[in-house]
Nanobody, 119 residues
Framework: QVQLVESGGGLVQAGDSLRLSCAAS????????MGWHRQAPGKEREFVAS????????WYADSVKGRFTISRDNAKNTVYLQMNSLKPEDTAVYYC????????????WGQGTQVTVSS
């Protein structure tokens, strides 16, 4: 059974940084795309960033470009999200997810980690 476990969330002030981690287990993640999504209170879940197996390709939502960086360590089956210059509007539950490259649908999701940015 595939399991994704996020960590690294917390309460920070605007302008601070956080690094989220997502440890994957129970499956084969080679060739998979791993991504981060977030859901703020009262809003729909939205895409944040994703990365291919090789790390050669990354995608970012416009709202986080230049501030967030996604990376992965395949030896550890772990994907990271480095978040800099955090803003109050980044406050959300952040979810890790995995999909095959040929579809846009994410098949497995983690439980999420809360990120709260105070002004």
């Amino acid at each position: 059974q595939v399991q994704l476990v996020e960590s690294g969330g917390g309460l920070v002030q605007a302008g601070d940084s956080l690094r989220l981690s997502c440890a994957a287990s129970g499956g084969t993640f080679s060739s998979k795309v791993m991504g981060w999504h977030r859901q703020a209170p009262g809003k729909e879940r939205e895409f944040v960033a994703s990365i291919t197996w090789s790390g050669a390709l990354t995608w970012y939502a416009d709202s986080v470009k230049g501030r967030f960086t996604i990376s992965r360590d395949n030896a550890k089956n772990t994907v990271y999200l480095q978040m800099n210059s955090l803003k109050p509007e980044d406050t959300a539950v952040y979810y890790c997810a995995v999909r095959v490259p040929t579809t846009s649908r994410y098949d497995y999701w983690g439980q999420g980690t809360q990120v709260t940015v105070s002004s």
